[in-house]
């Protein structure tokens, strides 16, 4: 089974990268921009059948190391 | 007294808090991330460096080495604890430190001298200096910026868990201060026990008056004398 995930900071924390990209489009005359928040992809590829038990594992996965849930949310898609 | 310090792959601070240690008469051993046993230790040091070249988050994949299982059980019998840059990355990612470093304010890395002030000096890291004493340490860091949630915050300022806070020369704590955008300028942090010690500024480079000047040495003296 394939998932991807995307980590992002979260809404009330300051991502300064995300700030810059967003300052740098605006110059570039792009005006109808609103906001930019940066993140991390990831794609994960799992031997796992069990559809419900793959979830769970990637769901562990999130939590103990790909985001840091102090700072970060994930969200989990099926490819 | 004796001391471990903890190496990473990429670890670059590791010699340097050695040689403070050994010139403190600290009896220190080396040992390697993926040990599964420690030495007889007084004091485990994680050393600043850049372990896994900072993957994932500074501090993430060190956070889950084979030996850190070893480091939480000495930590919760009491033994001390001094992470020192990514060695304070590392444990807060491991747990053993509440909050996170963020990337600095103005996503630059910063390698300079800063003034920090002793914020609590009834602890067995900091006695012999004097409470609000000003230090001068340099820090080198990309991830300085610290930041947790409010109820962490408001129980660091409570129980007097705030180590270090940047200032300046004339010990001003505010924003023109604050190099890297830590949420009320903090620079270092304590456990609840105080016997884990995470901080972004270098004392281990501020040892010898030739090189530098001698305002972190009363950290390890403390610290052998405790």
Redesign the interface.
């Known amino acids: 089974m394939k998932y991807s995930i995307t980590v992002t900071l979260k809404k009330d ?2 991502d ?2 995300g700030k ?1 990209v967003e300052n740098t489009l605006k110059n570039m005359g792009l005006n109808s921009l609103k906001s930019v928040r940066q993140g ?1 992809y990831f794609e994960i590829e799992v031997e796992e059948k069990n559809e419900e038990v793959a979830d769970k594992e990637v769901t562990q996965m999130c939590e103990k ?2 985001a ?1 849930l ?2 970060e949310d994930y969200k989990i898609n099926k490819l | 007294m004796n001391s471990s310090v903890i190496v990473f792959p990429g670890s670059n601070c590791d010699r340097d808090i050695a040689v403070a240690l050994e010139k403190m008469q600290f009896k220190n051993k080396m040992v390697w991330h993926k040990d599964t046993t420690l030495p007889k230790s007084d004091l485990i040091v994680i050393p600043g460096g850049f372990s896994y070249g900072d993957y ?2 500074s501090g ?1 994949i060190a956070g ?1 080495s084979l030996i850190v299982s070893e480091i939480i059980k000495a930590a919760n019998s009491g033994c001390l604890i001094l992470g020192i840059c990514n060695g304070f990355q590392i444990l807060t ?1 491991t747990g053993l430190l ?3 470093l ?6 630059k890395f910063i390698n300079k001298d800063v003034n920090i002030k002793v914020m609590n000096n009834e602890t067995k890291f900091t006695s012999k200096y004097n409470l609000n004493q000003i230090l001068k340490i340099n820090i080198a860091h990309n991830e300085g910026n610290y ?3 409010k109820s962490h915050l408001e129980e660091l300022k409570k129980e007097g868990l705030i180590a270090f806070k940047y200032c300046d020369e004339k010990g001003a704590v505010n924003d023109r201060s604050n190099p890297n ?1 830590a949420l009320e300028n903090i620079a270092g942090i304590f456990n609840a026990k105080k016997n884990i010690l995470g901080m972004m500024p270098h004392p281990e480079r501020m040892v010898d008056e030739m090189i530098s000047n001698t305002d972190g040495v009363n950290l390890f003296s403390s610290l052998i004398n405790k």
Do not use: D, S
Request: net charge positive.
């Open positions: 924390v300051l300064p990268q810059v991390k190391l790909l840091n102090i700072i | 994932l988050r993430a889950k990612e509440k909050g996170t963020l990337r600095n304010k103005n996503l930041f947790t949630k955008g």
